[in-house]
């Protein structure tokens, strides 16, 4: 079964200093997305950034960069240069499909960024 | 402006009555879906259509009832056979091939 394990529930950063905020993976599949996505306190969920299993190249958005370890089975998200708004949770999450449907997404259980001035 | 609209923002609900979440997208999406969050969770699939007229169950569909009658619409009825519904629930919408999902505000539920 298919599974995102996100380890750190909470994480504190200084701002303007960058962070970077754990994810491991679990598939038996080739093929598959992975996503970032941030929910502010208001509940919506922004997409961030995607990383396709067969991109050779770590995505980057941004300030936001997916550091994609396809051996490891990581893919970690870096947020440089912090700004008090990036406080929110941050949700780490897969699709069974590389370039297929991808609002089909078994999610991590996220972690807590805060930001301090 | 193109999106994604969930009615409503709050919603309280007797036990033992069905009640009826709104999801409306005008991005001309062909996928929508349906998720669960629950406090200090990630989120978790109720149900998915890719096409008018046709859906799909996801991980947690027990106790819940979708339809998609049309390409804008996709309702989803929470029914008294859902044992714990108190959560906040997830519309979201995707073009079927190679793209993100966006998603709506929520609604949360409250069961008292």
């Known amino acids: 079964a298919q599974k995102i394990t996100q380890t750190q529930p909470g994480m504190f950063v200084q701002e303007k200093e960058a962070v970077t905020l754990d994810c491991t993976y679990d598939t038996s599949d080739q093929s598959y997305g992975l996503f970032w996505y941030k929910q502010p306190s208001s509940g919506e969920m922004i997409f961030l950034i995607y990383q396709g299993s067969y991109d050779e190249q770590n995505a980057t958005e941004g300030r936001y960069s997916l550091n994609f370890q396809k051996a490891r089975k990581s893919a970690n998200l870096v947020i440089s240069a912090s700004q008090l708004g990036d406080s929110a949770m941050y949700f780490c999450?897969?699709?069974?499909?590389?370039?297929?449907?991808?609002?089909?997404?078994?999610f991590g259980k996220g972690t807590k960024l805060s930001v301090k001035p | 402006d193109g999106g994604i609209t969930q009615s409503p923002k709050y919603l309280f609900r007797k036990e033992g009555q069905n009640v009826t979440l709104s999801c409306e997208q005008n991005l001309n999406h062909d996928a929508m879906y349906w998720y669960r969050q629950d406090p200090g969770q990630g989120l978790r699939l109720i149900y998915y259509?890719?096409?008018?007229?046709?859906?799909q169950k996801g991980d947690i569909a027990e106790g819940y009832s979708v339809s998609r009658e049309k390409k804008e619409s996709f309702p989803l009825t929470v029914t008294s056979a859902q044992k714990n519904p108190t959560a906040f629930y997830l519309c979201?919408?995707?073009?079927?091939?190679?793209?993100?999902?966006?998603f709506g505000q929520g609604t949360r539920l409250t069961v008292v």
């Open positions: 999450a897969m699709s069974p499909n590389y370039g297929g449907s991808q609002g089909n997404l078994i």
């Open positions: 259509s890719q096409i008018v007229n046709d859906f």
């Open positions: 979201a919408s995707s073009y079927v091939r190679g793209s993100e999902a966006f």
